[in-house]
């Protein structure tokens, strides 16, 4: 089993990215999917999650309003539009399911909001 994030990078405050997750080796539409991430110095948080059967999602409070995740059965693969993107957004970001395994840890990907 593989989630692989990428899609990270250098992008000013108000700025926007996209992220995706490549998941690999799960039966995809049955499986929750979840984006987390961590800050330096902070613990890792969970950030957003999709569900399988109905596309139901769920944000944290400091997310809430500015990221949106999304699935797209066909390709395996989850995205988070992340817009109106803050300092305080800058993180290594990773996917897991929702309830996170520790074997499925990828590197995640990198990102930097600059003010």
């Known amino acids: 089993v593989q989630l692989q994030a990428f899609g990270g990078g250098l992008v000013q405050a108000g700025g926007s990215l996209r992220l995706s997750c490549a998941v690999s080796?799960?039966?995809?539409?049955?499986?929750?999917i979840a984006w987390f991430r961590q800050a330096p110095g902070k613990e890792r948080e969970g950030i957003a999650c999709?569900?399988?059967?109905?596309?139901?999602?769920v944000y944290s409070d400091s997310v809430k309003g500015r990221f949106t995740i999304q699935r797209d059965n066909a390709k395996s693969t989850v995205y988070l539009q992340m817009n109106s993107l803050k300092v305080e957004d800058s993180a290594v970001y990773y996917c897991?399911?929702?309830?996170?395994?520790?074997?499925?840890w990828g590197q995640g990907t990198l990102v930097t909001v600059s003010s």
């Open positions: 897991n399911t929702m309830r996170p395994r520790d074997e499925y």
């Open positions: 080796g799960l039966t995809f539409g049955n499986s929750a």
């Open positions: 999709i569900v399988s059967d109905n596309d139901d999602t």
